[in-house]
């Protein structure tokens, strides 16, 4: 959906990362009031867990996001390398971080709302940073670009489309510390039996919103 680049900040004096929004979005006027004002509460949020928005560049045809750049590796990779159950040890600690980040959002009446592995980052010193905890409210509903892994993290009433709550990070929580601990999801493709689970599986050949 985006371009990234890494960037030096010439009055902060730190690396930074800067995302280019698709055209499609920063070329509406409606959407770029939108985003402007919902910046404007990102970049007040500070939370040791959560990538920090520093600032937007605003170009009569582009919106750039500027945010804090952050080494490390996201956590399906981190899951992947493991090739099975993650230690309970190693788990516990890393999974007390992404509630702590969570939790600090939605006091802030902020729901992430696509919540997965891939969005959240474990640095060298086992650190972890959320990302992307602002873009579901800024761009909307996604129209295109899902990917198959995205759908087992969505939450029944995102597949009925139904009213998104802190409850939708809930579910997506539970997924995510399932994984962890067993190595694989609750359910998938080939041994899916529940209606909700084969609902999400009927959109794997079709865009999802």
């Known amino acids: ?101 969570i939790s600090f959002i ?5 729901v992430h709302q ?17 990302n992307n905890f602002g873009a579901a409210k800024l761009l909307g509903k996604l129209k295109n670009g899902t990917q198959k892994k995205t759908l087992f993290y969505i939450s029944p009433e995102q597949v009925r489309g139904e009213k998104i709550d802190e409850q939708t990070d809930i579910y997506n929580l539970g997924i995510i510390l399932y994984e962890m601990l067993a190595g694989r999801l609750p359910f998938d493709k080939n041994e899916a039996k529940s209606d909700f689970t084969q609902s999400i599986l009927h959109t794997l050949a079709s865009p999802f919103f």
Do not use: C
């Open 1 to 101: 959906m985006s371009v990234f680049w890494k960037a030096r900040h010439t009055q902060r004096k730190e690396i930074v990362s800067i995302i280019s929004l698709p055209h499609k979005y920063s070329s509406d006027p409606g959407f770029r009031k939108r985003f402007l004002n919902e910046v404007q509460i990102l970049i007040k949020l500070n939370h040791k867990n959560i990538v920090r928005v520093i600032d937007v560049i605003e170009e009569p045809e582009a919106l750039y996001l500027v945010t804090e750049s952050i080494e490390g590796r996201a956590l399906d990779a981190v899951l992947a390398e493991d090739g099975g159950p993650t230690l309970y040890e190693k788990a516990l600690p890393l999974f007390i971080q992404i509630l702590g980040g």
């Open 114 to 130: 696509r919540l997965n592995p891939g969005k959240i980052i474990v640095t060298p010193d086992n650190s972890i940073k959320i």
């Open 106 to 110: 939605h006091r802030q009446g902020i």
